[in-house]
């Protein structure tokens, strides 16, 4: 092959990677998955739970959240305690709740409860924006903090 042929290949096959290149971020741009953030106040069922974000205040160098927690009448995994499910996102850092303090850790997540609990999680505190996070199974809901 000639040393034409070879560059007018590599030339198109540039090309090529390019309109495929913006063919995706074309497609990537009008995809509809989007994370909903909620507010405090709102309930959102999360796998077989349901959460909600009651209040937050800063108090000292903690954050404390009152959240409230309705678990499925069943299925629920032993020695599971409502403090566990949550978590938060503060300054681009994932932290788990504080297992010394909070309410939340006492309460276990036994499904036999009657109707919500609600116990405050208490987090330590960093600069940013800060979002709580509650998973349940494979599903995860957030809310945006007012603090």
Request: charge should be positive.
């Amino acid at each position: 092959m000639s040393t034409r042929r070879l560059i007018l290949t590599a030339m198109v096959c540039g090309v090529v990677i390019l309109i495929a290149g913006g063919a995706q971020l074309i497609r990537l741009s009008r995809s509809q998955d989007r994370v909903e953030v909620l507010s405090e106040g709102q309930a959102a069922v999360v796998g077989a739970a349901q959460a909600k974000v009651v209040s937050s205040r800063i108090t000292g160098q903690q954050v404390e959240v009152t959240v409230e927690v309705t678990p499925p009448a069943a299925g629920v995994t032993a020695g599971l305690t409502a403090a566990e499910p949550w978590s938060l996102l503060v300054g681009g850092t994932l932290v788990a709740p504080q297992t010394e303090a909070g309410s939340c850790r006492d309460r276990p997540l036994d499904g036999g409860t009657s109707g919500p609990i609600r116990c405050t999680v208490i987090f330590g505190v960093g600069p940013g924006t800060k979002t709580l996070a509650f998973r349940w199974g494979d599903t995860q809901r957030q809310w945006q903090l007012s603090v």
